[in-house]
């Protein structure tokens, strides 16, 4: 494989990993539960095991980000890594 084809094949890896990692730890795990939350509470809907949950992804919400980006950080690494030339 060409490589300047590998390192673009790389780069947009390593890229859909930053965009997932956001996407999914910033806004599935985090804001969207918060949001949820702050809804049923002015509904007056809200219960222990909704919150519970909220509170659960709310803490781990980083720790997911984090393996997703680390994922796609090897994943990248895998295509083109500069020690084999």
């Keep these: 494989m060409n490589r ?8 947009a ?3 859909l990993g930053i965009v997932a990692c956001v996407y999914v730890g910033g806004w599935v ?10 809804a049923a509470y002015t ?3 809200l219960t222990w095991p ?4 909220s509170v659960i992804k709310c803490i781990s919400s980083m720790t997911v980000a984090g393996l997703i980006w680390c994922l796609g950080y090897i994943a990248s690494n ?3 890594d500069s020690r084999d030339e």
Excluded: C, D, S
Excluded at 4 to 11: E, S
Excluded at 30 to 36: A, H, I, Q, S
Excluded at 50 to 53: P, R
């Design 4 to 11: 300047n084809f590998r390192i673009i094949l790389a780069a």
């Design 13 to 15: 890896i390593y890229m």
């Design 29 to 38: 795990m985090l804001l969207k539960p918060v949001k949820e939350t702050i």
């Design 43 to 45: 509904l007056g809907t």
């Design 50 to 53: 909704q919150l519970v949950v």
């Design 78 to 80: 895998h295509i083109f």
